[in-house]
């Protein structure tokens, strides 16, 4: 969609003062969209119910953890996405269901459960990197290191300039 078009359908008026807000607004989330489908697609092709964003984010932080060698337990989850006990009960019961984690008790102290990703999960982590990297190349199709720099420098610019 042309610059002109967007501007149509979020409602800019061309020569009145047109306002950046919305055509960014409207720019950001038609990428993210595209993004997420792109995942979904990929995610939901073995058949098995989706992840939703806060059940794939652990995941991601599971196998993040598992590759720097680190030992996680359930209040690590806790206290990493800002959730209390019986989300994170549920979010790994879940993940636990669907083969993608284990929860083995420590020997010094059986209440503490190391969480643990399986060889299940590293996979479909692979999958996922494997989708990212080529949605990645999708999107900058056609845009030089440059511009690609310019983009992100200038939307830092923009965040920080909202948080004052």
């Known amino acids: 969609m ?6 149509k359908t979020v409602g800019i008026s061309p020569g009145t003062g047109d306002h950046i807000g919305p055509y960014v607004r409207h720019l950001s ?11 979904d697609q990929e995610l939901s092709s073995d058949g098995k119910p989706r992840l939703t964003s806060v059940q794939a984010h652990v995941m991601g932080y599971l196998n993040m953890q598992h590759e720097l060698g680190n030992v996680v337990y359930q209040k690590d989850i806790e206290q990493v996405f800002h959730i209390q006990r019986s989300t994170a009960t549920g979010i790994l019961k879940l993940l636990e269901q669907r083969g993608s984690i284990r929860r083995e008790c420590e020997e010094k102290d ?8 399986t060889e299940q999960a590293r996979a479909t982590k692979k999958r996922v990197d494997s989708t990212i990297e080529r949605v990645e190349k999708q999107l900058v199709k056609g845009l030089t290191e440059d511009e690609i720099k310019t983009y992100i420098e200038l939307t830092e610019k923009m965040r920080r300039n909202l948080e004052k």
Not at 29 to 39: Q, T, V
């Open 2 to 7: 042309e610059m002109e078009d967007v501007k």
């Open 110 to 117: 059986a209440r503490m459960k190391r969480i643990t990703v």
């Open 29 to 39: 989330k038609s990428i993210r969209l595209a993004i997420d489908e792109a995942l």
